[in-house]
Nanobody
Framework: QVELVESGGGLVRPGGSLRLSCAASRNILRINNVGWYRQAPGKERELVAGIFLGGRTQFADSVKGRSTIFRDNAENTVDLQIYLLKPEDTAVYYC???????????????WGQGTQVTVSS
């Protein structure tokens, strides 16, 4: 079974940046659409960024304009970089492969452990 492994989280001051990395076995990330999700305490998990086969990217309004998502083919990962971090970005961040679901996408594999991002002064 493919295991998703997230890394790169940590404690960051407001205005800082982080690069999160998603790794998986068997080149799964190279041949699938991939999304980054986050779940803040007391809130539902939400999709914040996606990268699709063909290169198209998509961002939630909450991170649009201050995030990039890209495939690092050398490391076989899908990375999410968030700039100008805000306290409301505090959450556990997860990655997953995405499959179409109507007009949207849904995650298709068991969740990994996630990586905690805390934005605080």
């Amino acid at each position: 079974q493919v295991e998703l492994v997230e890394s790169g989280g940590g404690l960051v001051r407001p205005g800082g940046s982080l690069r999160l990395s998603c790794a998986a076995s068997r080149n799964i990330l190279r041949i699938n659409n991939v999304g980054w999700y986050r779940q803040a305490p007391g809130k539902e998990r939400e999709l914040v960024a996606g990268i699709f086969l063909g290169g198209r990217t998509q961002f939630a309004d909450s991170v649009k304009g201050r995030s990039t998502i890209f495939r690092d083919n050398a490391e076989n990962t899908v990375d999410l970089q968030i700039y100008l971090l805000k306290p409301e970005d505090t959450a556990v961040y997860y990655c997953n492969t995405l499959v179409p679901y109507g007009s949207e996408y849904r995650p298709s594999r068991p969740w990994g452990q996630g990586t905690q991002v805390t934005v605080s002064s």
